[in-house]
């Protein structure tokens, strides 16, 4: 009885049911790459073969947003498999993923609809998660010398 509430024994439940939530997330994340890639092939198709000859720059930047959201997803399984491999949350590909995602919507940003506060926040979350980069592959370089 005084085994089963030992701290380290807890403790080996809660990393055994971590990995098992990380790997079924593992999971249903390839799962989401695969219908957004085959949702993807379907527009472009359906784009390349319906839309008039010199309007595709139209909807070349939802084209554009499309191919970004599978690499944040990519990021994302990423950031899972990592987490299985070393039990720790790599910083690093978090700050990367949040770049993509913030150049993913600078990209499909339609100029007429935002205001100049929404670009200013916009060059702000570019700003610090860049100068996070930054200062964390610095670190990294350090303790790995």
Not at 66 to 75: K, V, Y
């Amino acid at each position: 009885m005084v085994e089963a509430t030992n701290d380290q024994n807890f403790m080996h439940v809660i990393e055994n049911i971590e990995v098992l939530v990380s790997k079924t997330l593992s999971i249903l994340m390839v799962l989401v790459i695969l219908v957004a890639i085959g949702e993807l092939g379907i527009f472009l198709v359906k784009e390349l073969f319906t839309v008039p000859y010199g309007q595709f720059n139209t909807t070349l930047f939802t084209i554009f947003g499309l191919f970004l959201n599978i690499l944040i997803a990519l990021e994302i399984l990423e950031n899972i498999t990592a987490y299985l491999r070393k039990h720790v949350f790599q910083v690093e590909l978090v700050i990367v993923t949040s770049l993509i995602a913030i150049a993913r919507k600078i990209i499909i940003l339609d100029l007429e609809k935002v205001t100049g506060f929404d670009i200013i926040g916009l060059g702000f979350a570019v700003l610090a998660l860049s100068i996070s980069y930054l200062i964390i592959r610095l670190s990294n370089s350090r303790s790995t010398r």
